[in-house]
Structure formats: structure tokens, C-alpha cells
């Protein structure tokens, strides 16, 4: 997939601000500092469509930016800040929830997760409640460039097999690294077999 066209729509505080277009979504969610701001930028190929910060915890609202004009990339919270607020950690919890229960025309979601680390419960039970809820989604696991190459598919099979013991799922899965841009093509491909 060629992108030729991207352009920030609106920033929703909840579902019913989203937009009312019914075009397919594609949501991209994960723990604060995943790299979710730079996968982002690095599938469309521009520098400043998701800000980077360099604080965690950053983006508070959901944000929709139309690709192509015909889909929708959805950059949503990132969940399990350690630093802030319970009240701020339950706005964000709401959120996500309120997306995922309400809005219809989610086409996949892409849950990010940090190569470097072995499974975080946080991240575990995300991915318990997404399939408990039905809702479809492939791992994207970020950073592999921080990884000697030796170490990068044995880091994710072993990451996709803790998954099976504690929920008999096995997500499909995709290496990235927003630096040496791997992985783009097989996201954007997947993405486009689905519109």
C-alpha cells in the first residue's frame, strides 16, 4: 500500500465525539513509551502527523487521522503510566473501554508491545479482555532494533507461547522498528486487505 494522503481529523474525548463517517478503523494502542507515536509516523511517512514527547503519558484523547482518504488510523491512550494519577489512569481506562465497547467499525487493532520485554501483566490481561470481547488484533512488537538480530524472533515466539499458556490464544504477530522502518509493509499490507 502506497500511502498518498494523510490528515489529522479530530482529537474525541470519548466515542460519541468521533467521527461519524463510516469508514474502517484501524486502532493502534499500547502501554505509555511503547514507540506507538513513532510506528505511527513511520507507516505514513511523516514526522509530525503523531506528536512524539518526551514525557510518557501524553496522549489523553483519541485521535483520528484519515489516510488516503479512506480509512482511519486511530492513535488511542497509552495505558499504564506509572506516574500519574489514579483519577487520570481511571479517565484513560474509560477511554479505551468506552472505544472498544461502542464504536462499530473498528477493523483491527494493533496492540503494540516493546520487544525488549518479557510480557507485562498490564499488556496480558489488554489482550485477554480484546479477546474476550471479540474484538481482532494482531501484536505489533516495537524496538527490534534495540535487539541483536539473533535475539529478535526467538524474543517474540517466546513472548507469543507465555500468551498461549495463560489464555490458549496465539495472536499473530508482526516485528517493527520505527528506525530501520521493518515491518511497514507488512502492517500497511495487512491494513489494505482489509479496507
Not at 70 to 82: K, N, R, S, T
Not at 121 to 141: A, C, T
Not at 173 to 189: A, D, M, P, Q, Y
Amino acid at each position: 500500500m502506497i500511502i498518498k494522503s494523510t490528515a489529522f481529523i479530530k482529537s474525541s474525548s470519548n466515542c460519541n465525539e468521533c467521527p461519524t463517517n463510516d469508514i474502517p478503523e484501524f486502532a493502534f494502542i499500547g502501554r505509555s513509551n511503547v514507540g506507538k507515536s513513532s510506528l505511527i509516523n513511520m507507516l505514513t511517512q511523516s514526522k509530525k502527523l503523531a506528536k512524539i514527547s518526551g514525557s510518557p503519558g501524553k496522549t489523553l484523547l483519541i485521535n483520528h487521522f484519515l489516510i488516503n482518504k479512506d480509512w482511519f488510523l486511530v492513535d488511542l491512550p497509552g495505558y499504564g503510566y506509572a506516574k500519574i494519577s489514579k483519577k487520570e489512569k481511571r479517565k484513560i481506562e474509560n477511554i479505551i473501554i468506552d472505544y472498544f465497547t461502542n464504536r462499530s467499525n473498528i477493523t483491527l487493532t494493533f496492540l503494540l508491545v516493546d520487544i525488549r520485554h518479557n510480557p507485562q501483566q498490564i499488556d496480558l490481561e489488554f489482550m485477554d479482555w480484546l479477546n474476550n470481547n471479540n474484538i481482532d488484533f494482531k501484536l505489533i512488537f516495537t524496538k527490534d532494533d534495540k535487539l541483536k538480530i539473533s535475539e529478535n524472533e526467538k524474543k517474540a515466539t517466546d513472548y507469543i507461547e507465555i500468551i498461549y499458556k495463560q489464555f490458549l490464544i496465539k495472536p499473530e504477530f508482526i516485528v517493527s522498528s520505527s528506525t530501520t522502518k521493518k515491518g511497514r509493509e507488512k502492517i500497511l499490507n495487512l491494513i489494505f486487505s482489509k479496507i
